[in-house]
């Protein structure tokens, strides 16, 4: 009987030095060479009966696309994946593979499975689109767009995106509406430099203005303009990304001390405005010698390494359950701690501490301990009893997590909303209870991933398709 090939360990992913790179914005990880690709690709054991592809929300064929980078066909690995997923290069580079793709690999079980991601992210880097709509179409020519079939997207976000990309290809006229004066939504406020350069979203939606979808800034959905205002200028359908970026606060003694920020518009000053350029632009941000972070998810962690890269002396992130529960990328995790990024594991705050001056000095944590399992499952962490302490802060950022922004809700009352203040779509199509209104992404799910928006974009998309008779 012949011998087995024995598995090769995973390819490593180039990085900057951590010491190096906390001092700067740029990005983190360097990416495969064309070597390091094909390497990786050929781990594949191009299995039968697949299962990766059932992982991802939009439902990339990772064992047809790693086949092509194996064989060096780096244009038909694109055009692979560019058949399902508008955005690769931001796919790439956010998607929390390790639990989607990568977690359904037949290897995963040997803790090695196939890096579906940096794959996906290097056969992004490597191609450039002479034709777009071929590239989203599969292969496809692009259809002429029609100036009859008009669809409006509400906000340019992850899913607006997708949604934009999937209906342009069909021959739909697509309109892009975004209250900010950049378009990309999350890509481009929320996510830091470092993990997604501009230059990636600026790209991605290059090739969206090219396959014809038109873009207004500084239109703010709600009050510039109102759905039904939409359909009264002729568009057929309106797509609703919106997110969800109202921040959540604690509402504990001191939360309005100056040195507070929410997360989201800690990370908007940098990222959006710019503010780690200053004096070059003049949009300065708070840089505290002593940081707390609170939060265990992704948002926190960005908040934190951002802070180091700004000048911090120390940055702790407080999370009021273990280590092994914080729900960020473990990756992102390992990104923050090899920079110098400190944990306080189960502590909650209680209070913030200011001065005279209404400047803050420290923050009140109790100690916290892990009960009896709540609704999640989860054991659910309790205080200990006069276990209080402070830690010195002169700056805090609450990462703590998002709401839905009211500006639309409000002004769009026919629109159902769920007890949470999300709207109420159906699962199936994304569809809302105004006809031909469709909704997806945070605004409906609240806070959850890039790719999951992205899923629910296409399938709105598609439903969308189906209803104008292209499909």
């Not at 011998?3 to 900057?16: G, I, N």
């Not at 040195?259 to 941000?285: C, H, I, Q, W």
Request: proline share 6%; hydrophobic share 40%.
């Amino acid at each position: 009987m012949a011998k087995k090939a024995k598995l090769l360990p995973r390819v490593s992913m180039p990085m900057q030095d951590p010491h190096v790179r906390r001092g700067n914005f740029n990005e983190v990880a360097l990416g495969y060479t064309l070597e390091q690709a094909q390497a990786e690709a050929r781990r594949c054991l191009q299995c039968k009966n697949p299962t990766c592809q059932a992982g991802c929300p939009v439902e990339v064929d990772c064992k047809a696309f790693i086949h092509e980078v194996a064989e060096g066909r780096l244009d038909e690995a694109y055009k692979v994946i560019k058949a399902t997923n508008s955005l690769p290069a931001v796919c790439g580079r956010v998607c929390p593979q390790e639990k989607q793709c990568e977690a359904r690999c037949k290897l995963n079980p040997t803790g090695q499975p196939v890096a579906i991601g940096r794959l996906e992210r290097f056969v992004a880097d490597s191609y450039y689109a002479v034709n777009p709509c071929d590239a989203v179409t599969g292969g496809d020519d692009c259809k002429l767009l029609r100036e009859d079939l008009k669809v409006a997207c509400v906000g340019s976000g992850p899913s607006s995106l997708t949604a934009a990309g999937y209906l342009a290809a069909l021959g739909v006229s697509v309109t892009v509406f975004e209250a900010l004066h950049e378009v990309g939504g999350v890509l481009t406020y929320g996510i830091p430099e470092f993990r997604l350069p501009k230059s990636i979203v600026h790209t991605e939606v290059e090739f969206l203005k090219r396959m014809g979808v038109v873009f207004k800034t500084n239109w703010v959905v709600g009050k510039t303009v109102s759905v039904q205002d939409f359909f009264d200028q002729g568009y057929k359908a309106v797509f609703i990304g919106v997110g969800a970026g109202l921040p959540k606060f604690l509402n504990i003694p001191g939360e309005s001390l100056l040195g507070v920020y929410s997360a989201n518009e800690y990370l908007t000053r940098v990222n959006l405005m710019r503010g780690y350029k200053f004096p070059e632009v003049d949009t300065p941000v708070a840089a505290g010698r002593q940081v707390t972070v609170l939060g265990g998810g992704n948002v926190s962690m960005d908040a934190a390494r951002t802070a180091l890269r700004l000048g911090a002396e120390k940055v702790t992130i407080v999370y009021r359950r273990t280590k092994e529960e914080m729900p960020a990328r473990l990756e992102e995790l390992e990104h923050a701690l090899e920079e110098g990024v400190c944990l306080e594991n189960l502590v909650a705050p209680v209070a913030f501490n200011g001065d005279e001056k209404g400047h803050l000095r420290s923050l009140t944590v109790q100690r916290m301990e892990l009960g009896e399992p709540d609704a999640s499952g989860r054991r659910k962490p309790v205080p200990v009893d006069g276990a209080f302490f402070d830690i010195p802060t002169d700056l805090a950022i609450l990462g703590i997590g998002t709401g839905p922004n009211q500006v639309l809700l409000r002004e769009t009352p026919e629109l159902t909303l769920n007890k949470w203040g999300y709207i109420q779509a159906d699962p199936e199509t994304g569809e809302t209870d105004i006809p031909m209104v469709f909704a997806g992404g945070d605004i409906v799910t609240g806070a959850a991933t890039v790719v999951l928006a992205m899923g629910a974009g296409r399938k709105s998309a598609r439903e969308i398709a189906r209803r104008l008779g292209l499909l």
